[in-house]
């Protein structure tokens, strides 16, 4: 589109936007702008995630398709003209740029509106707007349009920020299971809320599950599970309770904070050598001995441990 | 041992929640995310887990509170702060996005804690089966 070319970059956003809900199959390319073609792919999901949404978030995923005022008004810049010439699903794209370029000529009459009575209207005369684009619509206001710095880089900033929160959304979407199917923000933000309230559950299931089963194998030679060098914390917690109680988990250094809190405790040696003992196994589970995914913490826990053992 | 052994019990698993605690921020602390830094903070302020419980109450209340005007900006506001009170830091980010940047970044981060929790629940188990067994 030639129009890129000399279009603003907001407009390119929305212009590939439009673009992209038409002819997305196409899969054009925005050629030289700022939202490059993986933002408009998302934009567009996020359409089909949220298009069915609240309101508020119609006006963002369909920001300037009221804008089509396609009305009249000849503008300057844009070159209209060479935008008709083109198909008609890009003629939202010339309407969009009439359109901004509209506000640039005629000045700044119903900029003043509020955001959100312009995103409501936008939201109700999207699909009106992308039939027709003979549309007349003078009360919207024109995030697109170039005069008015001010209200510009609001609007671009609001616009741009909008996206970026969809994409944020799309991404978690594909973390949350079973969050495909939900369209809504307020949906998705529930089974998010859910999915992290489960896994901080089940981190704290799992951590009373490694309380129980560790202090029960502690009374056992521990010689299986800890191939080699952490064996001896894990086998004689009690031996480790003077090294423990002078160096109070040296080992786990940023934690040493909380774990010092435990140190005064008479009984406390008991929690530091379950804890010796823990990144004991894990430290060696890490080394590959098991099929775990350890790799993850191998890098982190192994400072820890070779402090602990000093 | 008896006093020790029901110390040991309390303590112990405190000791696991401590300890998770640690490893999650240390697994995560590497990677300098704002979470990961406001859960090794907590920790060290020992502030526990109330916060989850907490949350969802005051969503549902704002929830109820709010139905005059946008019944969907004020339902969208309470999650948002509910997310915002689950994840560790999440109070100190103003900015959905960065909220939900963190939010993706900690529910990676639990994934694998969980997944690492339960293969060593697992070979633990195994251990104890074949040492407590014998």
């Keep these: ?310 | 041992m008896d006093t020790d052994g029901k110390a040991d019990a309390g303590l112990l698993e405190r000791s696991r929640r401590i300890k998770t605690a640690a490893e999650l921020g240390l697994a995560r602390s590497s990677r300098g995310r704002h979470w990961s830094r406001a859960l090794l903070l907590r920790r060290r302020l020992l502030i526990s887990k109330e916060e989850t419980t907490t949350t969802t109450r005051a969503a549902v209340e704002v929830e109820k509170l709010g139905v005059e005007d946008e019944p969907e900006e004020k339902m969208l506001q309470a999650r948002v702060r509910t997310l915002q009170r689950l994840v560790p830091g999440g109070e100190e980010i103003m900015e959905a996005e960065r909220l939900f940047e963190e939010t993706a970044d900690y529910i990676e981060a639990l994934q694998e804690q969980v997944s690492a929790m339960r293969a060593l629940a697992c070979l633990l188990h195994g251990f104890q089966r074949t040492r407590g067994g014998s």
């Design chain 1, 1 to 310: 589109m030639q129009c890129l070319q000399q279009a603003p970059v907001s407009d390119l956003s929305v212009l590939e936007r439009q673009r992209l809900h038409f002819d997305w199959q196409q899969q054009e390319q925005p050629s030289r702008h700022s939202y490059d073609a993986d933002l408009c792919v998302r934009s567009l999901n996020s359409f089909t995630c949220f298009s069915n949404g609240l309101p508020d978030l119609a006006q963002y995923s369909m920001p300037v398709a009221s804008n089509f005022e396609e009305a009249g008004v000849a503008v300057s810049n844009c070159n209209p003209k060479r935008r008709r010439a083109e198909s008609s699903p890009k003629s939202k794209d010339e309407s969009n740029c009439k359109r901004g370029k509209q506000e640039t000529g005629g000045g700044g009459g119903g900029r003043s509106e509020s955001r959100q009575q312009n995103n409501r209207k936008e939201a109700s005369g999207d699909t009106s707007s992308y039939k027709n684009e003979e549309h007349p619509k003078a009360d919207y206001i024109h995030v697109r349009a170039r005069r008015g710095q001010a209200t510009d880089s609001h609007s671009l900033a609001e616009r741009v920020r909008r996206e970026r929160i969809s994409q944020r959304m799309k991404y978690l979407q594909e973390l949350v299971p079973g969050c495909s199917k939900i369209t809504g923000k307020a949906g998705m933000l529930d089974e998010i809320i859910n999915y992290v309230q489960s896994l901080q559950r089940q981190v704290e299931f799992l951590s009373m599950k490694l309380a129980a089963v560790n202090p029960l194998a502690a009374d056992n030679n521990y010689s299986n599970c800890s191939m080699g060098i952490s064996s001896e914390p894990m086998e004689q917690p009690f031996l480790h309770f003077n090294s423990l109680q002078a160096h109070p988990c040296s080992g786990l250094d940023m934690y040493m904070d909380s774990s010092s809190d435990l140190v005064p405790d008479g009984s406390s040696f008991v929690s530091c050598s379950a804890l010796n003992s823990l990144y004991g196994v894990e430290f060696q589970l890490g080394r590959g001995t098991a099929a775990f995914p350890f790799q993850s913490f191998q890098g982190n826990l192994l400072p820890n441990n070779l402090k602990m053992e000093i």
